[in-house]
Nanobody, 121 residues
Framework: QVQLVESGGGLVQGGGSLRLSCAAS??????MGWFRQAPGKEREFVAS????????NYADSVKGRFTISRDNAKNTVYLQMNSLKPEDTAVYYC????????????????WGQGTQVTVSS
């Protein structure tokens, strides 16, 4: 059974940090990404990472504050979030591409259930 399971969300004060994890199982995934959706807003891209970890992409709104990484031995991708702001409040989703292709062309066919991140002011 293919699964992506996120964890690590919670309530944090502005300026604080959280580390999200996404454990994948059931098959091999290549590009992986994090997305988020705030109440009343569309889901937006946050960050992505290639299979090797050598290529990463970030939304402008999180550059310099968030870091995506992965441990293929553990089939897990991480999102380290520092200097959190109230506008980072959202449900964060992990997504995975089952095909080998350039990171910029990644197609995320598999999604986790999401984990809530709430940043207080």
């Amino acid at each position: 059974q293919v699964q992506l399971v996120e964890s690590g969300g919670g309530l944090v004060q502005g300026g604080g940090s959280l580390r999200l994890s996404c454990a994948a199982s059931g098959r091999t995934f290549y590009a992986m990404g994090w997305f988020r959706q705030a109440p009343g807003k569309e889901r937006e891209f946050v960050a992505s990472i290639s299979w090797s970890g050598g290529t990463t992409n970030y939304a402008d709104s999180v550059k310099g504050r968030f870091t995506i990484s992965r441990d293929n031995a553990k089939n897990t991708v991480y999102l380290q979030m520092n200097s959190l702001k109230p506008e980072d409040t959202a449900v964060y989703y992990c997504a995975a591409d089952p095909m080998v292709r350039p990171l910029v062309l990644a197609t995320y066919d598999y999604w986790g259930q999401g984990t809530q991140v709430t940043v207080s002011s």
